[in-house]
């Protein structure tokens, strides 16, 4: 009971905790090797808990655990401190920006640890092979049929579902040539695909085999005496192929009902009377089970190019998807904000601590870009007024610095209310 509770309002404090923190890290470490004189190292925010002072630098743990920051020597102004050569604002233009985009840097090389590490334990593999369709939408109507597998998605070879969701989304209305094996059978087929709030969409799920991985506790499944690894062949006296095509079956079902599976070499008959509960206006049955999906492990050394790659493709679409936002190709909706993540991070940490950490991984590597931008406040805008200082040799005037802070302010206000209120629209 206590663990249930606790799970979801850890994993979000570990998410943006580890992220912010392993951020400002990259920024003491830059100071450390530059020069740059440290005040302060807080890990978190607000009052001190405790701490000690090291080699003239503060090393505090705050009551606040998300994140952390560093005050370096001279203040954040050029005007602010005393123009020592272990001011930030002392130093040349290629160390201070070294310093402010280390931060950056760190977030690229936690999101690259961590998927490394998720390799190496193993990743959730589905098959580049349809599962269901939805009537009438792109997929259906080019003629793809379930169990199809996809080979090529127009010069790209695809053999994972991930790739095929990929290359899908990154093209919202464009007609997509598929390349597919049907039984012994090559075939090529042309899809529109739907653009549905900047977000390429065509209606076609990936095959899920209707075999049983975990069971929760109390329900008919469990005690009737099913086993992980089963795989269900009829419900009654329907077949049933796909995860997809049982459930639906399951949830029709308001009395006793057989299950026919496959346990090795035999087939089993099982008798289960559903729970029925209440959803929305309808009433469906349940009998406790989620599908067993094949995990696929790659050893450190194979999984540390693929960490790599990894990276980059979620770098390369976070840039892609950022400048779609701004451009206005993609909606504002499908943007999330703290609270976006925080429900996220909640949600998934129920699911297992490797989805946690592959979770921490992507939001590490979004973080490293939004900081990138050229807007005040972030490393990125504060990188390019130090650029301009080094062409012009000389710092902006103070009051210049008092209203880029001001502008980048309100425009971080303006875009965490707006992306709040996002997030608000979308749980109610």
Not at 44 to 60: A, D, H, I, V
Not at 82 to 106: Q, T, W
Not at 248 to 267: H, I, P
């Amino acid at each position: 009971m206590l663990v249930s509770i606790l799970v979801p309002i850890l994993g979000p404090v570990f998410v943006l905790s580890v992220c912010i923190f392993v951020h400002e890290l990259g920024h003491l470490l830059a100071c450390l090797v530059s020069g740059v004189r440290v005040e302060k190292f807080s890990l978190g925010f607000g009052k001190r808990l405790f701490g000690r002072t090291y080699n003239g630098c503060e090393y505090q743990i705050a009551v606040i655990p998300f994140g952390g920051y560093v005050k370096m020597a001279g203040g954040d102004l050029p005007h602010e401190g005393k123009a020592e050569k272990d001011e930030l604002h002392s130093k040349p233009f290629y160390i201070k920006a070294f310093v402010v985009l280390s931060g950056i840097l760190m977030n690229l090389l936690l999101g690259c640890f961590l998927l490394w590490v998720v390799f190496i334990v193993g990743v959730p593999y589905h098959p580049s092979v349809i599962g269901d369709l939805e009537e009438k939408a792109p997929a259906d109507i080019a003629g793809i049929k379930p169990k199809d597998r996809i080979l090529k998605i127009g010069k790209d070879d695809v053999s994972e579902w991930k790739d095929v969701t990929k290359t899908i989304m990154l093209n919202p209305g464009k007609q997509l040539d598929f390349v597919l094996m049907r039984g012994s059978e090559t075939i090529e087929k042309k899809v529109l695909v739907e653009n549905v709030e900047g977000i390429g969409y065509i209606g076609a799920s990936c095959l899920i085999e209707p075999r049983i991985g975990e069971f929760v506790s109390g329900f008919p499944a469990e005690k009737a005496g099913l086993k992980k690894g089963d795989l269900v062949l009829f419900v009654d006296t329907e077949r049933v192929e796909s995860w997809e095509e049982m459930t639906y079956a399951v949830r029709a079902k308001k009395d006793e009902f057989s299950l026919l599976v496959e346990r090795g070499r035999e087939n089993l008959t099982f008798h289960l009377k559903p729970v029925i509960t209440e959803e929305g206006t309808g009433t469906f049955g349940r009998i406790g089970v989620l599908p067993l999906i094949p995990i696929k492990r790659y050893s450190p050394i194979i999984a540390l190019p693929k960490a790599v790659s990894e990276t980059k493709e979620m770098l390369i679409l976070n840039i892609v998807g950022l400048w779609k936002l701004i451009t206005g190709k993609l909606s504002l909706k499908m943007a999330s904000g703290p609270i976006g993540i925080i429900q996220m991070s909640a949600a998934v940490a129920k699911t297992g601590f490797i989805n946690l950490l592959q979770l921490t991984a992507v939001i590490s590597i979004c973080l490293a870009v939004i900081n990138i931008l050229p807007i005040p406040i972030a490393d990125g805008g504060v990188v390019f007024i130090f650029f301009i200082e080094a062409i012009r040799r000389k710092p902006f005037s103070e009051k210049f610095y008092q209203r880029v802070s001001q502008v980048g302010f309100a425009m971080i206000i303006t875009l965490f209310l707006f992306i709040t209120l996002n997030d608000l629209t979308k749980i109610f």
